[in-house]
């Protein structure tokens, strides 16, 4: 045979070969990214893509149930099911149930990581008890509290919730006006901590004077009254820390945005004509009120000049909010009553015009009043009365419901609560109002916070009782796993 046609053959049998091989890694790796993507043969030949869910619930080890059909995995677990509603049933033994119907997107992730199953007879342990309790609130991070009886400047931080309480007595005697005696006669009427928990600004007032402070939690001998420290600031309206160390803070005062050093004690303004504002990282979001004009801007801290976001009438109510979630930024505005949400990677900066993203523009069956933003930043709650829009940043809808109370608080980062004033109900639930649990029957009290530690393992919460006509208070601690 001539040897090069044998040649030839050879070449073109290593060609087909490669040619082969080459085909089947293409089509292996279609699959395998087809498959990744969600796309799956049914039954019937027929193809289909498919969204992945991801469960996760606290405890774990629930069995779960989807479209009433048990599944063998016990969270947690990710399962991939068709596009549309599906009807989640979490269970475990000894725990109540927890239930949702989610819409799942073909090729995307749906996270059901939140939900939590609360133990039906749970350990009850009493820590305290209090005469005359003023006030207990809750760090946002749920790590520390600060509490105080009534009429004292002898306050308390507690810490370390995970397991064997800790507490420390800070006085802040003579820090406000009038409180040299040890005596305390203020309400407090805003208090907020700093991202460490070293620091908390408080705002103080009665019948005469209105006082803004910013304690140190760690030397009480550190802290500062602004209203005094800082003479030529007056009429402060709101404020807020500027960074997480609690070393600086943005006052409204008099229409102007103040920065105040807490070091040099010394004042820079930022910004004029300042009706309303809110604040994350360097991103000031305010209402502008001129004689000729009302806009919202947006200013980052250090550029010469805001952007314009929106123009808005005289008569509209404005509430204004910032967040970042999954490395996006989100900036939310209502007008009177329909909201305005923005997306982007970054918030435009001076000398650029406003080009963020609209996602979401919707008409609200509320007026806002007040914005609140969850610390996990994926949760954004616009409350008007005891009616709430709940934004949620995951999924980018929001869920709209009467909270029945005019506070609103988180019990960890998915769960809202508030305590039914005359049953004493302590009542909470998801973020969207669904799986209402009632956690304690009959000695809640409304005016103080509650907390899930971090480990999950504890509820805590003050409760009130009443004997021979007179009401004391208790710490109590309650196990969830």
């Known amino acids: 045979m001539d040897i090069e046609k044998i040649r030839k053959i050879r070449t073109i049998k290593?060609?087909?070969?490669?040619?082969?091989?080459?085909?089947?890694?293409?089509?292996?790796?279609?699959?395998?990214?087809?498959?990744?993507?969600?796309?799956?043969?049914?039954?019937?030949?027929?193809?289909?893509?498919?969204?992945?869910?991801?469960?996760?619930?606290?405890?774990?080890?629930?069995?779960?149930?989807?479209?009433?059909?048990?599944?063998?995995q016990t969270s947690n677990m990710s399962k991939m099911l068709t596009g549309g509603e599906h009807k989640i049933v979490i269970q475990k033994e000894g725990y109540e149930s927890w239930e949702k119907t989610i819409t799942v997107t073909p090729g995307w992730l749906y996270r059901l990581e939140y939900p939590r199953l609360f133990k039906q007879d749970r350990e009850k342990e009493e820590l305290r008890t209090y005469a005359n309790l003023n006030f207990f609130y809750v760090s946002p991070d749920r790590s520390a509290a600060i509490y105080a009886e009534e009429n004292t400047t002898e306050w308390t931080l507690v810490t370390n919730f995970n397991g064997n309480l800790k507490y420390e007595d800070i006085n802040i005697q003579g820090l406000f006006t009038n409180t040299e005696n040890g005596e305390f006669k203020y309400k407090i009427k805003h208090l907020e901590w700093n991202e460490n928990n070293e620091r908390i600004l408080v705002n103080v007032s009665n019948d005469k004077l209105d006082e803004w402070g910013i304690i140190s939690l760690n030397t009480a001998q550190k802290s500062i009254n602004i209203s005094n420290d800082f003479s030529d600031l007056k009429d402060i309206s709101d404020a807020k820390f500027e960074d997480s160390s609690g070393k600086g803070v943005l006052a409204l005062a008099e229409n102007k945005i103040i920065r105040l050093d807490l070091n040099s004690k010394s004042m820079t303004k930022i910004l004029d004509d300042v009706e309303s504002f809110n604040f994350r990282d360097n991103e000031i979001i305010y209402l502008e009120n001129k004689s000729d004009s009302r806009k919202i801007k947006l200013y980052h801290i250090g550029d010469e000049k805001a952007v314009d976001v929106s123009d808005v009438d005289n008569d509209k109510t404005v509430a204004l909010a910032l967040t970042k979630f999954n490395s996006q930024n989100y900036l939310l505005y209502t007008n009177n009553?329909?909201?305005?949400?923005?997306?982007?990677?970054?918030?435009?900066?001076?000398?650029?015009?406003?080009?963020?993203?609209?996602?979401?523009?919707?008409?609200?069956?509320?007026?806002?009043?007040?914005?609140?933003?969850?610390?996990?930043?994926?949760?954004?709650?616009?409350?008007?009365?005891?009616?709430?829009?709940?934004?949620?940043?995951?999924?980018?809808?929001w869920n709209e419901y009467d909270y029945g109370d005019e506070k609103v608080r988180f019990l960890d980062d998915f769960l809202l609560y508030r305590v039914d004033s005359a049953s004493k109900k302590f009542l909470t639930w998801d973020f969207d109002s669904s799986n209402v649990r009632t956690l304690v029957v009959d000695c809640g009290n409304n005016s103080f916070d509650a907390l899930i530690s971090e480990n999950e393992r504890y509820f805590y919460y003050i409760g009130s009782f009443s004997e021979e006509g007179t009401t004391y208070y208790k710490l109590i601690r309650e196990k969830l796993q």
């Open 337 to 397: 009553n329909r909201i305005f949400v923005y997306r982007a990677a970054d918030y435009p900066r001076s000398g650029s015009n406003f080009n963020m993203s609209l996602i979401n523009e919707n008409d609200l069956g509320i007026i806002p009043t007040e914005v609140v933003v969850s610390k996990n930043n994926e949760f954004i709650v616009f409350r008007e009365g005891s009616r709430v829009v709940v934004y949620d940043a995951e999924l980018e809808i």
């Open 14 to 72: 290593v060609l087909i070969v490669d040619l082969i091989m080459t085909i089947s890694v293409v089509v292996i790796v279609a699959i395998l990214v087809a498959a990744v993507a969600g796309w799956r043969i049914n039954s019937d030949f027929t193809v289909e893509q498919n969204g992945l869910v991801s469960i996760k619930t606290r405890p774990t080890g629930a069995s779960v149930n989807i479209d009433d059909s048990e599944q063998f």
